[in-house]
């Protein structure tokens, strides 16, 4: 059993990995927003295997009072993983995982979000794992940021999330569970195109300056693939038509 574990290559003699993907190659992405009711602005994301639900509720009255902010909404996230998310049983008790990665998300959105608007107030945002497969946070990161957009809280410009890394010597977007567990590197990274700024950059492993260079460029292109995704999804929404302006600006980043 063992042998037959250490046997498994997670790059073939063609160059494609476990899941039939190129090294460059993302996962399947699908989005949509405006999935529940209850919520004030909601999205689903599928990235891969991993399925993420987010839900916003704000801006409202901070509560209690002694959190409110005079000058801003004061932003709080929860990250949470399903106990049926994963293969063995997860406990349903908050970990030190899921804090560390409420703070890191949100600290990612924090500069997205016009708190200053909405002083006084508190913006609550919601993350559900549902199934996990490497890359929860940055699908949850993406479908915060579209339900915080659906929440109709005004945003400087919507985060899209993606991790690369490194299998097997090789620098590869998007890890899968198995490619995270037996590889060399993880690199989650989220990214504002329109700022051209990276909100969070966490590495797992190790990589060269060079391969950590090749990661972040091959990183921040599928982040910018995920949010013109993003802006379609709003758009599937609100039935909003494309402009030039913006048919040429896809027509950039596709080239
Ligand atoms: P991310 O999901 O952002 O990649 P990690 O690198 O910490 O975060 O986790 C990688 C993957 O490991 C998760 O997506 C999930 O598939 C699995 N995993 C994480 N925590 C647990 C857990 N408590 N139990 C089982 N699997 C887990």
């Given at each position: 059993m063992g042998n037959k574990e250490e046997k498994?290559?997670?790059?073939?003699n063609n160059g494609l990995?476990?899941?039939?993907?190129?090294?460059?190659e993302l996962r399947p992405v699908k989005m949509e927003v405006?999935?529940?009711?209850?919520?004030d602005g909601s999205a689903y994301v599928e990235h891969g295997r991993n399925k993420v639900l987010a839900a916003v509720f704000g801006?409202?009255?901070?509560?209690?009072?002694?959190?409110?902010l005079a000058d801003r909404a004061v932003i709080r996230c929860r990250y949470h993983m399903a106990p049926f998310s994963t293969d063995e049983r997860k406990s349903p008790a908050p970990s030190r995982r899921e804090q560390e990665l409420s703070k890191v998300i949100r600290e990612a959105l924090e500069p997205s979000?016009?708190?200053?608007?909405?002083?006084?107030s508190t913006i609550d945002i919601f993350i559900e794992v549902?199934?996990?497969?490497?890359g929860t946070r940055c699908a949850g990161l993406t479908s915060a940021s579209l339900a915080l957009a659906d929440a109709g809280i005004p945003l400087r410009e919507l985060v899209a999330g993606c991790a690369a890394g490194k299998i097997e010597g090789k620098v590869v977007l998007d890890l899968s569970d198995v490619e995270d567990k037996k590889g060399d590197a993880d690199l989650p990274i989220a990214f504002m195109p329109k700022s051209n700024a990276v909100g969070l950059l966490q590495m797992d492993g190790s990589m060269t300056e060079e391969e950590l260079g090749q990661a972040l460029d091959m990183g921040i292109n599928a982040c910018r693939t995920i949010y013109e995704m993003q802006k379609e999804a709003l758009r599937r929404k609100y039935h909003v038509e494309r402009d030039e302006a913006e048919k040429e600006e896809i027509a950039e980043v596709k080239a």
């Open positions: 498994l290559r997670l790059i073939d990995r476990v899941d039939g993907r190129r090294l460059d405006g999935v529940l009711d209850k919520a801006p409202r009255e901070a509560h209690p009072k002694h959190i409110a979000i016009m708190a200053e608007y909405f002083p006084r549902l199934q996990a497969d490497a």
